[in-house]
């Protein structure tokens, strides 16, 4: 089992680019998350979806969007990004509401 | 509201000393309390959970933890230090109707040879 996966694993976008981040896994987790990590602020959670189909606000959802049009996937979009959204962002998956499995994390670069 | 507070961003020990790394947390239900474990340029790994019955929860790699609810705390431990456990440390409490995690702001371990 590869787990979960994440591409890229590294990006630099200029201020007003788009770009999807694209998280998969292979465990048949129902449940999906999108983190931000920023340096002193431990784990953000931007959008989640708790089965194919369905996505929820986390606590920093402004500037992303997310489709989780099959069960595997979980895709996160920046429409415009700004130098804000300069942060490691990280893909999990669960099949309890609890215990996480987490990608390797994209590094994103706003300039 | 659930909060998490992690007593020190960064921590220092001797290989060989007892790693002492603290948490609290604020929950109004029944918590699940967790440890993860963060190395270098990887993303979080599951190092011990408490979800109901024993309060001290052993974990990977000889880390332990004792949830105490009346101190409303999920301290860390591990008796002997080791170089590799040098990492970052984030405590995590989801509530049991709940999906979502809330995590601590972490705490870095070094060891020091």
């Known amino acids: 089992n590869a787990g979960v996966t994440q591409t890229p694993k590294f990006r630099v976008l200029k201020t007003g680019q788009s770009m999807t981040l694209l998280c998969a896994q292979d465990m048949n987790h129902e449940y999906m998350y999108w983190y931000r990590q920023d340096p002193g602020m431990g784990l953000r959670l931007i959008h989640y979806?708790?089965?194919?189909?369905?996505?929820a606000k986390g606590e920093v959802p402004d500037g992303y969007n997310v489709s989780r049009l099959k069960k595997q996937n979980f895709l996160l979009g920046l429409e415009s990004a700004a130098p804000s959204q300069t942060s490691v962002y990280f893909c999990?998956?669960?099949?309890?509401?609890?215990?996480?499995?987490f990608g390797p994390g994209t590094r994103l670069t706003v300039t | 509201a659930q909060s998490v507070t992690q007593l020190g961003s960064h921590v220092s020990v001797s290989e060989g000393a007892l790693v002492l790394l603290r948490c609290n947390y604020s929950s109004s239900v029944p918590p699940y309390l967790f440890w993860y474990v963060q190395y270098p340029n990887q993303g979080l790994q599951l190092l011990l959970k408490?979800?109901?019955?024993?309060?001290l929860v052993k974990g990977i790699n000889g880390f332990e933890a004792e949830f105490k609810k009346s101190e409303t705390s999920f301290h860390l431990t591990k008796p002997s230090a080791h170089m590799s456990d040098a990492a970052e440390y984030f405590c995590a409490v989801t509530h049991t109707g709940g999906f979502k995690t809330i995590f601590g702001a972490g705490t870095r371990l070094f060891v020091k040879a």
């Open positions: 999990a998956s669960s099949y309890e509401r609890a215990v996480q499995y």
């Open positions: 408490y979800t109901t019955g024993a309060t």
């Open positions: 979806s708790v089965g194919e189909g369905t996505t």
